[in-house]
């Protein structure tokens, strides 16, 4: 089954699993891109893809697009990580576990619906009737992680990072205003 959920999902306070993320940062000591992925066993990502398979129509037309799965192991972020001109031996990866602090049980619901890519594009295609009941099944498995007036959902993702190799041109960044 591939995870329809989180797909670059910006509501919360942390990015949720299968976003990328690129740019510098600086994650366990290193400079370079880094990027969160799907992991099949996230909480957040479940509660999703139970919903939306009890009850969406899975057969509408959507765009291709890459694969769920694409940073989800070692192997291939190490591959898309040498393609993009890092140094694939610097390269870190590893599980982490955040807690998703949300307002409403709602709130998931809404940020797949309104900030999600993939997520987003199936639910614009489902009728209103099918919306209804993915949102209340998405509600009731949420209010399993009610704590102090908020709900805190885990949320896991893999995370890896790395140096660039020395000597690799890349085009200059342009700043925000310029043309």
Same mark, same amino acid.
């Given at each position: 089954?591939? $995870? /329809?959920?989180? !797909? ?5 306070? *942390? ?6 993320? $690129? =740019?510098?940062?600086?994650? /366990?000591?290193? #400079?370079? @891109?880094?990027?969160?992925? %799907? ?15 009890? #009850?969406?129509?899975? #057969?509408? &037309? /959507? ?8 940073? $989800? ?8 990580? *040498?393609?993009?001109g890092f140094d694939g031996g610097s390269m870190i990866f590893e /599980?982490?576990?955040?807690?998703? !602090?949300? @307002? ?7 940020? *797949?619906? #309104? ?8 639910? $614009? ?9 993915? &949102? ?6 949420? %209010? ?5 007036? !908020?709900?805190?959902?885990?949320? !896991?993702?893999?995370?890896?990072? =790395? ?17």
């Amino acid at each position: 089954m591939k $995870s /329809l959920a989180g !797909s670059n999902t910006k509501a919360g306070k *942390e990015w949720p699993a299968n976003t990328t993320r $690129s =740019g510098p940062s600086r994650f /366990l000591g290193r #400079n370079g @891109p880094d990027c969160e992925d %799907h992991v099949p066993r996230d909480p957040y990502a479940k509660i999703v893809d139970d919903a939306i398979e009890a #009850n969406a129509d899975l #057969n509408v &037309r /959507l765009p291709s697009g890459p694969s769920h799965y694409v940073f $989800s192991g070692e192997k291939q972020f190490r591959k898309a990580m *040498e393609g993009a001109g890092f140094d694939g031996g610097s390269m870190i990866f590893e /599980l982490r576990t955040v807690e998703w !602090s949300v @307002p409403t049980a709602r709130y998931p619901f809404d940020a *797949e619906l #309104n900030a999600g890519v993939r997520t987003a594009g199936l639910l $614009s295609r489902q009728t209103a009737e099918v919306l209804e009941k993915i &949102r209340a099944a998405i509600e009731k498995d949420v %209010h399993r992680y009610a704590k102090d007036g !908020s709900f805190v959902i885990p949320k !896991s993702a893999y995370r890896g990072g =790395g140096y660039e190799r020395k000597g690799v041109q890349r085009r200059p960044r342009r700043r925000r205003g310029t043309i």
